[in-house]
């Protein structure tokens, strides 16, 4: 209960807190994903790393990651204290997973979909596959 003044609650939105966050600590979670576009450092902290990997298992080699994998409170205070050398120490990491990963996102993603949308550019696609919408319930009558 001490630190609940300084959580922040689970209704507050995730893409507004990551945009002023200039440090990601994470474990396992795939929000380092939609943290790439910032451009800023990614921790992995995963003090339970042996037990999660083997009860649970890894998509992902941690020597791959955009970021180093830390497993005590140790490491990770003289990772936070020196953030933007492993930024520059995972570098290759980073770049490859933007590109993978962010590389449309450039910020004016809304502006380029009003003009697609009011401009009359016709979107074409790059797949020749068939379109299908499936949803399990009706769509509200709104008018």
Do not use: W
């Not at 994903?33 to 083997?54: A, E, Q």
């Not at 074409?124 to 008018?143: A, E, R």
């Amino acid at each position: 209960h001490m630190l609940r003044k300084y959580l922040i609650p689970d209704t507050f939105d995730t893409n507004k807190l990551l945009g002023v966050t200039d440090l990601l600590i994470t474990d396992y979670s795939s929000i380092f994903f939609d943290y790439l576009i910032t451009g800023n450092p990614i921790i992995f902290y995963t003090p339970d790393f042996d037990s999660y990997k083997n009860s649970r298992g890894l998509y992902i080699d941690t020597k791959l990651l955009p970021g180093p994998t830390l497993y005590n409170v140790d490491q990770l205070s003289e990772a936070v204290q020196n953030s933007q050398k492993l930024l520059r120490q995972y570098e290759e990491n980073y770049k490859h997973y933007q590109s993978l990963y962010v590389c449309n996102d450039d910020g004016n993603v809304t502006q380029k979909l009003v003009q697609r949308m009011f401009n009359h550019n016709n979107f074409k696609s790059k797949h020749k596959k068939t379109k299908i919408l499936m949803y399990p319930g009706g769509m509200i009558n709104n008018g």
